[in-house]
Each structure stands twice: as structure tokens, then as C-alpha cells.
């Protein structure tokens, strides 16, 4: 682990689940609006999860997460098999944190009621709006008033663990909607929040739609001074703004996700899906057939990239600036050595000028002012391997 502070984060697992029934307009994952060989690709997961248990050398899963494409498609029968199989298979935690990401148009008080008899414990809700003209921009299933109902339904049902998301920048999401979304997600009482600017991918039906001028393009502008309203009223609200994307209540942090951030390893399984052991990556193959094919028999990993110092180096600056914990210069030199601790320092210097990062003992942070240019910053710190 990169950072001395979270050892207790060791391993996690993450599971894809490519199926949807419909395509988001935005969405750049590889899922498919098809619901056919859902039972199948089971099948092809507990095989894959076989042929790949050695990938974390034994380490102890502390968290499970489940997504996609739309999760909560998955039947609650095969939900259970999963658990069982992982629970053969791996050293997990007795109170691992499991989350199963799900769509509104599937929650309802029957499903949760199966769900929490899983090993289910925390359902990360895409909500994305509470307002009808947003969500049909997004081309998303569910309408405003099934919104605000799965939230209830999860709270009744008895799941403390939650969080939703939310999008904003879209060309139809007012700053008053906007003010209006955050107001109700602080009303639910929810502790967690994942927040993402609406932004146009290659190759999407967004990107498409926009090209031949049937949807209004997305305005940086707008996102820009809605991001800052967000962390704003988080702010106000006692949040911490502890990932780019992500706000919490102190204690309720995603486990899962914090293992990405600060440099965890975590084994991951269906297609397309991406893993990481501290010496390479791996990423499956991004076609349901051909993984369903090779799953077990040939494995499902498409390629392998053995990762340089530099790119180690790089990768650590990228997710730590991204967090509240911020890119410890002590441990560049510790780990890196004093040439890149060096250049970290001298190229983040000129950012410290614009009040774009702060420092504090031997870290950097971004200031809310940086937090626009996160990547950008980011990338300017990078160590070229030729330097």
C-alpha cells in the first residue's frame, strides 16, 4: 500500500455485470442492452472466479463490489451463488463491505427484501437527477418519481450503507435544479454521495447526438460553476470532500473504491473488467461472447501490462491528488527515489503559485481552486521516462 495510513485496506474484488436495459446516451462502459445469456454469463463468472483465485496471492477481500452495466438485473439467486463461490474461493473478511450498484426501476420493497438476504450490504443508487427533462437527456430508464421512491424503499428496507449519484453539467439541469437535487439528497439523510460532471466520451450516443445537433452540447462553463456550488453546500453540510467525485461523513468513506485510490490491490472479474496486484495490470476481454467462451478453459484476460517505475510513479500522483489525502513527497522519495521527489516538487511549485495546490508537512493537496484542473495538474507532475 502507498499509504502508511489505511493498511487496513488490502484486497478487493470487483465484478462486472455488462448487462442494461437500455444504453445510458453518456455511458462509455462496456455493457449491453440485451438481458440474453444473463444466466450464462454466471456460469462463466464462477468459472472465471476458479481459474483466477490465486491472482491475490491469499490476501484477505475486504470489499466486494458489484457493477456495470446494471447489477441489480442480476437475479437474486445467482447473487447468492456468487457469494458462495467468492466465500470458497478467497480470504474474505467476516464484515466485508459489499455493494451492488442499482438502477430506481428495479428497486422495490420485494427486491430489497431478497437483496438483504445476500451478502449484500450497501447499494450504491444511480439516480443521476430527480428531474424528469434531465433524465430523459440521459436517456436513463427511470423517471423522477421512482427516484425519490427507491431511496425511501432502500432506507425501510433497512440499509444503512448507502449512497447515490448524481450528474451534473447536464445542458437541461438549471443551477436552481441543481440547488434543488442537492437539497433533497441532504434531506434523505444519505452519507455518502458520488458526483460526476456530465462529460461527452468518444464513440458514446451522446457524442453522436450532440455531432448531428439533436441534443444541446454540454457547457464547461456551466459544470464548472456547478462543481463549485457542490463542494460548496458538502462543505456546509460537514462532508468531507474526500475523493474528486465523492463526499462523505466521516466513517462512511467507500471502502472499495479507496482501495483504487490508494494504490490497493484488487482482482477484477466479467468483461472488460480491470485488475491490479502492485506489479502489472490486466484487463478482460471487452466481448460477452468470447468471454463466456474462454472463461475457465483459456481465462478471460485480453492483456497484461507490466507497469515501469515511471508509470508507478505516475499512477500515484494521479489517485493521491484526487484525495483528501493528498501526494506525500516522503513517500515519493522512499519509494521513488530523490529525482522524482524533485521533479514532483519543482513542477508543482508553479501551481502553488496560482493557489492551485497547498502544502502541508510533506504533502500536496488541491486547493477548491485546483479541483477544476485536477487531471490537468496531475498530469503536468507526471515523470517522463526519458527525463
Known amino acids: 500500500m502507498f499509504n502508511r495510513q489505511f493498511k487496513f485496506i488490502v484486497a478487493g474484488i470487483y465484478i462486472h455485470i455488462p448487462f442494461c436495459r437500455q444504453k445510458c446516451h453518456y455511458c462509455n462502459f462496456f455493457s449491453l442492452a440485451s438481458q440474453k445469456n444473463l444466466s450464462t454469463f454466471t456460469d462463466a463468472l464462477l468459472l472465471e472466479m476458479a481459474a483466477r483465485k490465486d491472482y491475490l496471492s491469499g490476501e484477505t477481500v475486504k470489499t466486494i463490489y458489484l457493477g456495470g452495466g ?12 456468487i457469494a458462495e463461490k467468492i466465500h470458497q474461493l478467497f480470504n474474505v473478511e467476516e464484515n466485508a463491505e459489499v455493494t451492488l450498484e442499482a438502477n430506481p ?6 427486491y430489497l427484501q431478497q437483496l438483504k438476504a445476500t451478502f449484500v450490504n450497501r447499494l450504491s443508487i444511480g439516480i443521476q437527477s430527480f428531474f424528469a427533462d434531465d433524465l430523459h437527456y440521459l436517456n436513463r430508464v427511470h423517471d423522477e418519481n421512482q427516484a425519490q421512491r427507491a431511496v425511501k424503499e432502500a432506507q425501510d428496507a433497512g440499509f444503512e450503507k448507502l449512497t447515490i449519484d448524481l450528474i451534473y453539467g447536464i445542458p437541461t439541469l438549471t443551477d436552481e435544479k441543481w440547488e434543488k437535487n442537492l437539497n433533497y ?4 439523510g444519505i452519507q455518502h454521495l458520488s458526483a460526476y460532471a456530465l462529460t461527452v466520451e468518444p464513440r458514446t450516443a451522446l457524442a453522436h447526438l450532440i455531432g448531428k445537433g439533436k441534443l444541446t452540447a454540454v457547457d464547461e462553463f456551466q ?3 456547478q462543481f463549485e456550488m457542490l463542494i460548496q453546500r458538502m462543505e456546509n453540510e460537514g462532508f468531507v470532500h474526500y475523493e474528486i467525485s465523492n463526499f462523505a461523513h466521516p466513517g462512511h468513506y467507500s471502502k472499495h473504491n479507496s482501495i483504487y485510490w490508494l494504490g490497493g490491490h484488487y482482482l477484477g472479474l466479467g468483461p472488460s473488467a480491470h485488475s491490479y496486484n502492485g506489479l502489472s ?9 468470447q468471454y ?3 472463461a475457465g478453459v483459456e481465462g478471460s484476460v485480453d492483456e497484461i ?33 530523490k529525482i522524482m521527489k524533485a521533479h514532483c516538487f519543482n513542477e508543482a511549485s508553479k501551481f502553488i503559485a496560482m493557489q492551485q495546490l497547498r502544502t502541508e508537512g510533506s504533502r500536496l493537496f488541491l486547493t477548491n481552486k485546483g479541483k477544476l484542473y485536477a487531471d490537468g495538474i496531475a498530469a503536468s507532475l507526471f515523470f517522463e521516462e526519458n527525463l
Not at 70 to 78: A, G, H, I, M, R
Request: with cysteine; net charge negative; aromatic share 10%.
Open 281 to 289: 495490470r490486466q484487463w478482460n476481454v471487452s466481448n460477452l461472447a
Open 223 to 225: 459544470s464548472a460553476r
Open 305 to 337: 501490462e507490466i507497469l515501469t517505475k515511471a508509470q508507478h510513479y505516475n499512477e500515484y500522483v494521479m489517485t493521491s491528488l484526487r484525495t483528501s489525502w493528498g501526494c506525500d513527497l516522503e513517500h515519493i522519495e522512499n519509494v521513488f527515489g
Open 292 to 294: 463466456i467462451r474462454q
Open 105 to 110: 426501476d428495479d428497486i422495490s420493497p420485494d
Open 185 to 188: 439528497f441532504f434531506e434523505t
Open 70 to 81: 446494471t447489477p441489480s438485473l442480476l437475479p437474486v439467486e445467482d447473487l447468492k451463488r
